[in-house]
């Protein structure tokens, strides 16, 4: 393979390691295998839950946004609360923690919507700030060093 050689340039704002930079993020999280396909299996799950159990009128635009988003967020918060560790195992805690909870939440919130509203924009929109939350946060958790 070779050996590794310190990589370095000059910014506006003096030398950077590249090396060093890239080896500090890629240890940032790991990501196992089984348990994110077993997290992939239980979301194809649920979305066909929703598939089978729908009351409305099947092969609609909701239906097949309601199974979308049933997949992609639960697929989503499982894969962070059952497959992802972190450089700590205070910060894969608390994660793990946010992410279980927000399935739920979500999942409880996705209910509603397709048992209260028959609104394409409204499942769109709702589903769409969960998902956008859940990552704010553990972004915001896994960069703070704790």
């Avoid at 393979?1 to 940032?28: H, L, Q």
């Avoid at 299996?41 to 409305?56: C, D, E, K, Q, T």
């Avoid at 639960?74 to 909870?101: D, H, K, M, P, Y």
Wanted: contains cysteine.
């Amino acid at each position: 393979m070779g050996t590794c050689r310190e990589n370095t340039g000059s910014s506006a704002f003096g030398r950077i390691d590249t090396t060093t930079f890239s080896a500090k993020y890629r240890k940032a999280m790991k990501v196992n295998t089984v348990t994110t396909i077993i997290a992939t299996a239980i979301s194809g799950l649920i979305a066909y839950g929703f598939y089978a159990f729908w009351g409305g009128e099947q092969a609609s635009n909701l239906h097949y946004s309601t199974i979308g988003s049933a997949l992609i967020f639960s697929l989503v918060t499982l894969c962070c609360a059952i497959s992802v560790n972190f450089e700590t195992s205070r910060i894969t805690t608390v994660i793990r923690a946010v992410a279980g909870v927000s399935f739920f939440i979500g999942l409880g919130v996705l209910i509603l919507i397709t048992k209260l509203t028959n609104s394409l924009p409204t499942l769109i929109i709702v589903m769409g700030i969960l998902t956008l939350l859940f990552s704010l946060i553990v972004y915001a958790v896994s960069r703070s060093g704790q």
